[in-house]
């Protein structure tokens, strides 16, 4: 009978630690999109790049683990409103009501968003683009008053392959980007990628990439202060990746 009830506390002790376990593992919603050199999806949905690297050492400094779901723009935004998910990136408080409930962590990254345009139409001002492509569920803060006054028309894709073929092409006059993933698929394939420049005469958005959550606020806590305690690894993870570190 003393066995039994040993073995039985035993097999409590186990339960509740592999529950402390299950706890410790935590849903990250993604962009499911090509956004290298910070991230980008792999076979199986595995979710790799600049950031994913940052996380990781910060999970592993923590002693949890992420699973990344990675999702469309917009399906993103519902499920993480709907509670779905533990965590979202890239979030930004100035892509979400102002009445939001959610915590941010401190910046992951920054980039700047803007026009990439034919090289053939570099300089000229913004009220020669009367078309202007996007990724499908992207802000551009900057474009707002011309949008406003129907000045422009935006044309919405899902992926920044795609929108750069259409510039290409000149089935849209500009693309509205971010720099560094841009960069990185021009230089990584052909079809006239060197007629494709970023216009720093147009307007263009300065914008920090957080990571966000409704309930886990100590983790958020932990991951700044990793991220001021730990910038020599992060900036090692940066060089990796030829990103300078901001």
């Known amino acids: 009978m003393k066995d039994f009830f040993c073995i039985l506390i035993f097999g409590f002790f186990i339960f509740i630690s592999a529950q402390a376990t299950e706890n410790r593992i935590y849903t990250v919603g993604v962009e499911q999109i090509n956004y290298a050199p910070y991230f980008w999806i792999k076979e199986y949905d595995e979710y790799v790049g600049l950031v994913p690297d940052v996380l990781k050492l910060f999970a592993e400094s923590e002693g949890i683990s992420f699973i990344y779901r990675p999702l469309p723009i917009r399906r993103l935004q519902q499920d993480f409103k709907k509670g779905e998910l533990d965590f979202r990136f890239p979030d930004n ?11 941010f962590s401190d910046p992951l990254t920054t980039v700047i968003d803007g026009l990439f345009v034919l090289e053939k139409n570099k300089g000229k001002p913004l009220y020669f683009y009367r078309n202007i492509g996007t990724i499908s569920g992207y802000t551009a803060p900057s474009l ?18 795609s929108l750069l073929q259409m ?80």
């Open 144 to 161: 707002n008053e011309f949008l406003k006054e129907q000045k422009l028309s935006l044309v919405e894709v899902n992926t920044y392959e």
């Open 93 to 103: 408080p100035d892509w979400n009501e102002p009445t939001t409930d959610l915590i």
């Open 167 to 246: 510039l290409i092409l000149e089935r849209v006059q500009a693309a509205y980007l971010s720099i560094e993933p841009s960069l990185y698929i021009l230089n990584n394939t052909g079809n006239n990628r060197e007629n494709v420049v970023f216009d720093d005469t147009l307007p263009f958005d300065i914008a920090n990439h957080y990571l966000s959550t409704k309930k886990h606020i100590s983790l958020i806590n932990s991951l700044n202060v990793f991220l001021v305690t730990d910038v020599k690894r992060i900036r090692e993870i940066f060089k990796s990746y030829n990103v300078k570190y901001q």
